[in-house]
């Protein structure tokens, strides 16, 4: 068995950095900003903007069909020439100068949004998983959810200082005002840019690289480590299992991500106050959750912490659909005026609990559920199914609101969320971390390198 001992506090803080700094991705171009800019103003084919919608589902799917494909090729190649903070830097500087050019994008160009928001979600996501590779090198078992949690909470304090410059210069999303959104991605840029620069200084590259054997290139050799895992994982069936419990939980999830503000914006009518207020709740309720769930994975396991947030998703989720409902009720049986976008408001709390927490409880799954040896490697399998997810859950979404319009397309995160549930219960964590103890044995290095 392999000691995990802890990490220095200054390679933890490290290693959280970079989810402050790629929060401002997340945030100002997948969730809040940028996807309402494209799909009401780049594409704009009001009332109902299907199209734009369907453009943007296909635009971030396809992003993440890249990463399905390579990310666990990459994990391979990464653990045997111990070489993480080479393809994080990589994927860092991809997704920067990506993120920056989303200024060219303007009405008329919609296929260059299409192509830049391909290109830099590719980049942002594989990015993901590489960062995540490092958790298991940071610390024993019993500390990987409180480190896992510090780094997602962080990651929406980050949010909230990226958004700061936003609210105060940049201003509303609309036509009128387009001069000066449109330099949110040159922010977003710049924000991950310098914020992120404490990873690549702090943070230890502790495997040692190994040349490669005589006639096999980087290519060959990332399959043969890869198939070598698949042959193995059926001795890891809870490892397994749990990837297909992630892939239906993330599918959800990225809708969410991705259509909140765009639902707030289409479907509740909100105006720009309560849109600026679904932002700091959000990111407070997402960042305290991060953290408190982080002391319950430990206390009480990442898989039961996991399951616990499936469950307040669903709620989430029918109470999203039931906003407007709620609303009426309340004025026809109470005489109460409540208007929707501030139901939402407190929906949004409800989201946001979840939201960190079941991402970190995830990361702490595989984390606990990997061979150190073989950490990019096992990430890398989650950063497939963490994509694949959003993929087919952003194409599904964008087909269905198509057929029967954003509102009702929502609910189907709540089968999402339930199948991911139901998944979940065949997973035994004591015996996924013993199997990744004796997986160190399990890959002698002439039958997986060869």
């Given at each position: 068995?392999?000691?995990?001992?802890?990490?220095?506090?200054?390679?933890?803080?490290?290693?959280?950095?970079?989810?402050?700094?790629?929060?401002?991705?997340?945030?100002?171009?997948?969730?809040?900003?940028?996807?309402?800019?494209f799909t009401r103003v780049i594409?704009?084919?009001?009332?109902?903007?299907?199209?734009?919608?369907?453009?943007?589902?296909?635009?971030?799917?396809?992003?993440?069909?890249?990463?399905?494909?390579?990310?666990?090729?990459?994990?391979?190649?990464?653990?045997?020439?111990?070489?993480?903070?080479?393809?994080?830097?990589?994927?860092?500087?991809?997704?920067?100068?990506?993120?920056?050019?989303?200024?060219?994008?303007?009405?008329?160009?919609?296929?260059?949004?299409?192509?830049?928001?391909?290109?830099?979600?590719?980049?942002?996501?594989?990015?993901?998983?590489?960062?995540?590779?490092?958790?298991?090198?940071?610390?024993?078992?019993?500390?990987?959810?409180?480190?896992?949690?510090?780094?997602?909470?962080?990651?929406?304090?980050?949010?909230?200082?990226?958004?700061?410059?936003?609210?105060?210069?940049?201003?509303?999303?609309?036509?009128?005002?387009?001069?000066?959104?449109?330099?949110?991605?040159?922010?977003?840029?710049?924000?991950?840019?310098?914020?992120?620069?404490?990873?690549?200084?702090?943070?230890?590259?502790?495997?040692?690289?190994?040349?490669?054997?005589?006639?096999?290139?980087?290519?060959?050799?990332?399959?043969?480590?890869?198939?070598?895992?698949?042959?193995?994982?059926?001795?890891?069936?809870?490892?397994?299992?749990?990837?297909?419990?992630?892939?239906?939980?993330?599918?959800?999830?990225?809708?969410?991500?991705?259509?909140?503000?765009?639902?707030?914006?289409?479907?509740?009518?909100?105006?720009?106050?309560?849109?600026?207020?679904?932002?700091?709740?959000?990111?407070?309720?997402?960042?305290?959750?991060?953290?408190?769930?982080?002391?319950i994975q430990d206390r009480f396991?990442?898989?039961?912490?996991?399951?616990?947030?499936?469950?307040?998703?669903?709620?989430?989720?029918?109470?999203?659909?039931?906003?407007?409902?709620?609303?009426?009720?309340?004025?026809?049986?109470?005489?109460?005026?409540?208007?929707?976008?501030?139901?939402?408001?407190?929906?949004?709390?409800?989201?946001?609990?979840?939201?960190?927490?079941?991402?970190?409880?995830?990361?702490?799954?595989?984390?606990?559920?990997?061979?150190?040896?073989?950490?990019?490697?096992?990430?890398?399998?989650?950063?497939?199914?963490?994509?694949?997810?959003?993929?087919?859950?952003?194409?599904?979404?964008?087909?269905?609101?198509?057929?029967?319009?954003?509102?009702?397309?929502?609910?189907?995160?709540?089968?999402?969320?339930?199948?991911?549930?139901?998944?979940?219960?065949?997973?035994?964590?004591?015996?996924?971390?013993?199997?990744?103890?004796?997986?160190?044995?399990?890959?002698?290095?002439?039958?997986?390198?060869?």
């Amino acid at each position: 068995m392999t000691q995990r001992v802890r990490a220095s506090k200054k390679e933890i803080f490290g290693w959280a950095m970079f989810d402050f700094a790629n929060q401002a991705y997340t945030l100002l171009i997948v969730t809040v900003v940028f996807g309402d800019l494209f799909t009401r103003v780049i594409v704009g084919d009001a009332p109902d903007y299907r199209l734009g919608n369907l453009l943007w589902s296909l635009s971030l799917a396809t992003g993440y069909l890249g990463v399905v494909l390579l990310s666990p090729i990459a994990g391979a190649v990464m653990d045997y020439t111990a070489s993480k903070k080479r393809f994080l830097f990589a994927s860092y500087l991809l997704t920067v100068v990506s993120t920056a050019a989303l200024y060219f994008v303007a009405p008329g160009y919609a296929w260059l949004g299409v192509l830049l928001l391909i290109v830099s979600n590719f980049a942002y996501s594989i990015g993901e998983a590489f960062i995540a590779a490092f958790l298991p090198d940071l610390g024993p078992p019993e500390d990987l959810g409180k480190i896992s949690g510090f780094g997602w909470a962080l990651g929406y304090v980050g949010g909230m200082v990226s958004a700061i410059f936003v609210l105060l210069v940049l201003g509303e999303v609309s036509a009128e005002n387009f001069e000066n959104i449109r330099w949110v991605g040159p922010w977003a840029a710049f924000f991950f840019l310098v914020a992120a620069i404490p990873t690549f200084l702090w943070v230890r590259e502790r495997g040692i690289p190994r040349p490669l054997p005589s006639g096999v290139n980087y290519l060959r050799l990332g399959f043969g480590r890869v198939r070598t895992t698949i042959e193995h994982i059926r001795d890891r069936r809870d490892l397994a299992i749990i990837l297909v419990s992630i892939f239906f939980a993330m599918s959800g999830i990225y809708i969410i991500i991705t259509y909140a503000f765009i639902y707030g914006a289409q479907i509740i009518g909100w105006d720009e106050q309560v849109r600026t207020w679904m932002f700091i709740i959000v990111q407070i309720t997402a960042a305290l959750g991060a953290v408190a769930f982080g002391f319950i994975q430990d206390r009480f396991g990442a898989l039961f912490t996991y399951r616990l947030t499936l469950v307040l998703w669903m709620l989430a989720i029918a109470l999203i659909f039931l906003t407007p409902d709620i609303a009426e009720a309340g004025r026809i049986h109470f005489g109460l005026e409540w208007q929707a976008q501030y139901i939402f408001l407190l929906v949004g709390s409800v989201a946001g609990l979840s939201l960190g927490s079941c991402q970190s409880s995830t990361r702490t799954l595989i984390g606990l559920f990997s061979p150190l040896s073989r950490s990019a490697e096992y990430f890398g399998f989650w950063g497939l199914s963490m994509k694949l997810a959003g993929m087919v859950g952003l194409l599904a979404i964008g087909l269905l609101q198509i057929l029967v319009g954003l509102k009702s397309a929502i609910l189907f995160c709540v089968v999402l969320f339930g199948a991911a549930l139901f998944f979940s219960r065949n997973v035994d964590e004591s015996r996924g971390r013993q199997a990744a103890d004796r997986a160190e044995n399990d890959f002698p290095v002439k039958a997986a390198d060869s």
